[in-house]
């Protein structure tokens, strides 16, 4: 016997497996001769010291021949001196086998678990189901990972599935991945060694077409992930059996799989202090943003088809590994705790996907010690409906050949099957999610949308002058939706003639998540309005980002390039044939029933002068075009039959978005009272894409911090995601970057920072959103940095990719929103123009680098090009420091300078929005103060024309200006000479707006609503628009007060709502409201009465008054009743010896109506 001095412990409780055992030899006989041959290596007297289980299994490959025994070794002490030789070995060499002969077979053993290991004998008298094969996580063991941290250490893939599953064969998987291994591979070599594996395990008839399910724990997800996209890939004429596991994979159970990166920082410093830079790549491939798998996710989610997806997410932090100082090695789980995968990594958002969330960390999650453990009875019950339903399905795909072909492959190609790959690829619920400003994805029917939408008169050509200010609308004015081509062929009259709409929209009004919503309803909501409206009017819709056209270089020019480019790009040759098919029926007299929704007109406007297949593709029959306000239509285009506007939210929708949004659902009830005092932050929130903006920061900002500007939202928010990506960079430590200042990390990020700055003002000077290689080489060489700019913009968060599945020199980059290239080139703007610089202007698409401009010359430039209108109110909004404030008044005096514009409603329209992003602070400084006071002077001039000119002809114009800040600028005399004088119902808008900026006029532009018989109409909505306001004055309250005997119930329900809602009535309004009761009806004396049910300590004279009438109420009038009992009740300072006689007399009276009686009690 070899015998060895221990230089090592054995394991407690270590399982081994051993290959090669005959599998002519009984299970009893297999386990006797193991014991034995183990037995034998041992000193006599140390052989108590072990105890052995060893159950046998069949060999997954070839069952009939050999038959595989796990054996657990379990010591019982380890102060014996000698050491068995094959633990020893594999203790030292975890990798390696030990080999022997057993019985003339030549047998091995090993605790590596490479390659497949059955775990379960199914049972015989029937056939077997399934195949469930489990794929363990990088830098864990195949076996030991999925084995409980309880005493009993039970694996229960082994121990408890097998009872639950006995007509399935239960499969691990392991292969080489050790952080000490000095391996090469990366996930597309695991791939391809899984692929043969099982191609080894399910190559006869039978085997071929058995369901397969996949239990997969974090990267070996990603492996799984990559194996699906291969097969899913595969011909059947190609490969058949590779064909044959896609057709037979059913569905799959994810823990933590990190679809978009993990936390490998701690394994990578670890790898880093070893060395071992081949480990550090296959690392690299699951790091966050990383290419292999944005490449991988969007080929995995477009095979998944009608597959089944369990996506299990950790809600603990997981302790990471620490380096001992002194010693120099690494301590497992001794570090901080830190998320592994978060659940935006571990969820798809896929349709046929269930999300569970366990409440373990990211190691514990698959690691189950009993049945009753919740992620076990919840991982069974999907298994279960896996077994149940699966077989019918795998059968239909194995005998529908039309069916077997994947996602990435063409079905045979029909246009019928062309028009399912778009609904069901190109439009899954995953690629039409909604993408949040802080990169947080939503589906579209869990997203909160407002769809507001106006008819715009046909007549105005133009849009609407003012493209910054969102006016909120009166419901009535709404349309919907899906009436919209109802509405078309009533204007037309005829139903049958072209369906040609325009939707303008200001810049984050939500333009594209009106498109993505209209491609939900029709493609996957057939219970939808919209769906059952448009379907029998269309066979198919095509939504087409129109920037999507820019960025081919040459430009795409003719319809098939474009379906190509669009939709079946990834299957190469049968794609072009299938997108050749499609025009041809799109473009024979059967395609009238194609509509096209072509989005983002603006983005492609300088090109429709030489671009003959945009004009084109914009004058087809059935379209809708988005765009945003300024952009002029040519005189190329075919006639619009409508056209329509996308508006802002209103006061009620912003506080519904508040209230339901996670981030500031919890602090509402704090927010709103802030926005009902600050009417300009407010107006900034009716844009969805500001009140996003707004709501992914206010968790970071304390209610005195909260911006009041545009530009303080943005600088917040950019401020977030620079930290996250200065952690996903390795710029800053986690814990630091929670508690760093926005300067320390600013310094932190200043070459990536300077990088956006320069793409994204030479973009905006250019007129381009699109970056290809040659612009970001030319950006770089402008800017003299040192980065990595393709790897630098794949990790930041402002930046999306065209296609991720393409190589980085064929990608081109776009700001994830265009207000993010906006505020970022004011940035770069404001930093030349402090430090007195020229800007570098970027002809991007050219290759070259124009001559610098100044930044006045810029101003003169593009200080009216509707482009710029964000960009100047950020420019203006970062110059708000005490040390700009010479620069601000700077640029204030180079907006003033010549040229200006001839009619000066563009120049006053420059100012008043400039004048929006000044904080409050700063007006009242001495040095901008004169600049402020000398901007309003002109303004009131201008309004005063405006004035005349409206009371001389009675066509509709325009609004002028943003009210709020016009409002905050004009005086009360000029607000109320304007109303006086052109105040009509078709100004419910701008009106609206003016109460609610400067509610000490709404007194006054009552009375004139009444003296000039206004409709009731008008003076609703002012009510509705100014209720939510707790202090308004006391002129305006007695307006309300009148009101509340109007005959239109409306009216006056809503003039006491705003009264009720007052924090303090003056005690004149307490008696007006005493004065009217008498005379008027049961309902008017309600909601007098109930403007005071919470008031507390009425003044007794005014007490006495109101008891006065209640001898008037007849005991039928419940409401008038129970109003007195809630005014009696919160009088905490009256007593009987301060009530009149007969007051008393009426009370006692009254207290004898038993429904008073129960009113008081209750």
């Not at 003056?1066 to 007098?1088: C, F, N, R, V, Y």
Request: with cysteine; aromatic share 8%; net charge neutral.
């Amino acid at each position: 016997m070899s015998s060895l001095k221990r230089v090592m412990t054995v394991p407690k409780d270590t399982v081994y497996r051993v290959t090669g055992l005959p599998a002519s030899k009984t299970e009893d006989g297999l386990r006797t001769a193991i014991r034995a041959l183990i037995e034998e290596k041992l000193p006599e007297d140390e052989r108590h010291l072990i105890e052995l289980d060893v159950a046998i299994m069949p060999d997954c490959a070839k069952e009939n021949t050999w038959k595989v025994a796990l054996v657990k070794l379990l010591v019982q002490k380890q102060e014996h001196n000698e050491l068995l030789q094959f633990p020893y070995k594999l203790e030292s060499q975890p990798t390696g086998i030990w080999q022997t002969i057993l019985d003339g077979a030549e047998i091995s053993f090993d605790r590596h678990f490479h390659g497949f290991t059955q775990l379960n004998t199914p049972k015989t008298d029937s056939s077997i189901n399934a195949d469930i094969v489990a794929i363990t996580g990088f830098s864990a063991h195949p076996y030991g990972s999925w084995r409980g941290k309880g005493e009993l250490r039970k694996m229960w893939l082994k121990d408890f599935l097998p009872e639950d599953f006995p007509y399935c064969r239960i499969l691990t998987y392991g292969y080489e991945s050790s952080l000490i291994n000095y391996g090469i591979s990366r996930t597309m070599d695991y791939s391809e060694m899984l692929i043969d594996e099982l191609k080894l395990i399910r190559n006869t008839e039978e085997t071929k077409k058995r369901p397969l399910f996949f239990i997969a724990h974090s990267y070996g997800g990603t492996i799984l992930g990559q194996y699906l996209s291969t097969a899913g890939a595969a011909s059947e004429e190609d490969d058949e059996l590779l064909s044959a596991l896609y057709k037979a994979t059913y569905g799959m159970l994810l823990f933590a799989v990190p679809h978009n990166g993990s936390n490998v920082s701690n394994m990578k410093e670890m790898v880093e202090d070893m060395g071992n830079g081949a480990r550090g790549e296959v690392l690299d491939d699951i790091s966050p943003r990383s290419s292999v798998l944005r490449q991988q996710r969007q080929a995995f989610a477009n095979a998944i088809e009608d597959r089944k997806i369990i996506s299990f997410y950790e809600q603990k932090q997981t302790r990471m590994n620490k380096k001992d100082l002194q010693s120099e090695k690494w301590i497992p789980r001794a570090g901080d705790y830190e998320t592994v995968v978060d659940i935006e990594s571990a969820v798809l958002y896929l349709p046929n996907e269930t999300k569970i969330a366990l409440n373990a960390d990211h190691s514990d999650m698959v690691k189950f010690d009993s049945e009753r453990d919740r992620g076990y009875r919840l991982g069974l019950e999907y298994l279960r409906k896996f077994e149940k339903d699966s077989k019918a399905v795998v059968a239909r795909r194995f005998n529908n050949v039309s069916t077997a072909s994947s996602s990435i492959r063409p079905y045979q190609s029909t246009v019928s099957e062309a028009d399912e790959y778009i609904r069901r690829k190109r439009y899954s619920l995953n690629n039409i999610k909604i993408e949040r400003l802080c990169r947080s994805p939503l589906p579209v029917d869990q997203c909160y949308v407002s769809l507001a939408i106006l008819e715009r008169p046909t007549e105005r050509i133009q849009p609407p002058l003012d493209t910054s200010d969102s006016a909120e609308q009166p419901p009535s004015a709404s349309i919907d939706l899906a009436q919209i081509f109802e509405l078309l062929a009533k204007r037309n009259k005829c139903e049958t003639s072209k369906r040609r709409i325009i939707i303008y929209g200001q810049a984050g009004v939500g333009k594209t998540t009106l498109c993505k919503k209209i491609v939900h309803d029709f493609i996957h909501g057939k219970e939808s309005a919209l769906h059952q409206a448009w379907a029998p009017l269309f066979d198919r819709l095509l939504w087409v980002p129109l920037r999507n056209l820019k960025r081919k270089k040459p430009p795409v020019s003719n319809y098939e390039e474009m379906l190509y480019n669009e939709y079946f790009k990834v299957m190469g040759k049968n794609g072009q044939r299938l997108a050749e098919e499609l025009w041809e029926k799109i473009s024979s007299t059967e395609g009238d029933k194609t509509l096209f929704l072509l989005d983002g007109l603006d983005e492609v406007a300088y090109d429709l002068i030489n671009d003959d297949f945009l004009v084109d593709l914009l004058n087809n029959r059935n379209v809708i075009i988005t765009s945003r306000p300024y952009t002029q239509l040519p005189v190329s285009l075919d006639d619009i039959g409508l056209r329509l506007e996308t508006i802002g939210f209103g006061d009620d929708q912003i506080r519904q978005y508040i209230a339901q949004d996670s981030s500031t659902k919890a602090s509402a009830d704090a927010i709103f009272p802030l926005l009902d005092n600050r009417p300009t932050l407010l107006e900034l929130l009716r844009i969805p894409v500001q009140l996003d903006a707004f709501c992914s920061t206010i968790l970071s900002s304390s209610q005195n911090e909260i911006p009041e500007t545009l530009t303080g939202i943005y600088e917040a928010l950019v401020d977030k995601l620079l930290a996250k990506d200065a952690r996903r960079l390795d710029k800053i430590s986690p814990q630091v970057s929670h508690t760093a200042h926005a300067a320390k990390i600013d310094l932190q990020m200043k070459e990536e920072t300077s990088l956006i700055e320069c793409m994204a003002f030479s973009g905006l000077y250019a007129s381009a959103v699109d970056f290809n290689a040659q612009d970001r080489n030319e950006v770089i060489k402008a800017s003299s940095l040192k980065l990595a700019i393709d790897e630098t913009l794949g990790q930041l968060s402002f930046f999306k990719t065209s296609d991720p599945s393409l190589d980085a020199t064929q990608q081109t980059f776009h700001f994830l929103h265009m207000t993010y290239q906006e505020y970022f080139a004011a940035r770069y703007f404001v930093r030349q123009w402090r430090q007195g610089r020229k800007l570098s202007c970027i002809s991007i698409g050219m290759g070259t680098t124009h001559d610098c401009l100044t930044g006045r010359s810029l101003i003169r430039k593009r200080k009216y090009d509707p482009r710029y209108n964000i960009f100047w109110r950020f420019v203006i909004g970062l110059l708000q420091g005490h040390s700009d404030e010479p620069k601000l008044c700077q640029l204030f005096e180079a907006l003033e300078e010549e040229p200006r514009d001839i009619i000066g409603v563009q120049h006053l329209l420059l100012m008043v929005r400039s004048q929006q992003e000044v904080t409050s602070v700063r007006r009242e400084s001495p040095l901008f103060g004169e600049i402020y006071k000398k901007t309003k002077s002109p303004l009131e001039h201008w309004v005063k024309f405006w004035i005349k000119i409206r009371t001389q002809f009675h066509g509709k114009t325009t609004k002028p200006t943003p009210i709020s800040a016009l409002c905050e600028l004009l005086p009360d005399s000029l607000v109320i000479d304007a109303f006086r004088k052109v105040c009509r119902d078709d100004d419910h808008e701008f009106w609206g707006k003016v109460c609610k900026e400067r509610p000490e006029t709404l007194g006054t532009l009552f009375d004139l609503s009444s003296t000039r018989g206004t409709s009731n109409w008008l003076i609703t909505m002012n009510i509705n628009d100014i209720r939510s306001y707790r202090l308004i004055p006391e002129q305006a309250l007695k307006s309300f007060v009148k009101l509340l005997k109007s005959p239109d119930s409306a009216v006056a329900e809503k003039s006491h709502r705003a009264l009720q809602v007052q924090i303090q009535l003056p005690q004149s309004i307490l008696q007006d409201l005493a004065g009217l009761l008498h005379g008027s009806t049961h309902e008017s004396q309600h909601l007098m009465l109930s403007a005071l049910e919470w008031r507390e300590n009425i003044p007794e004279l005014v007490f006495h008054k109101h008891l006065a009438f209640v001898p008037l109420f007849p005991p039928s009038c419940n409401t008038c009743l129970q109003s007195v009992s809630h005014i009696l009740r919160r009088q905490s300072t009256l007593s009987k010896n301060s009530l009149p006689d007969f007051v008393l007399h009426d009370l006692i009276q009254l207290l004898r109506n038993p429904k008073f009686l129960t009113m008081s009690v209750t």
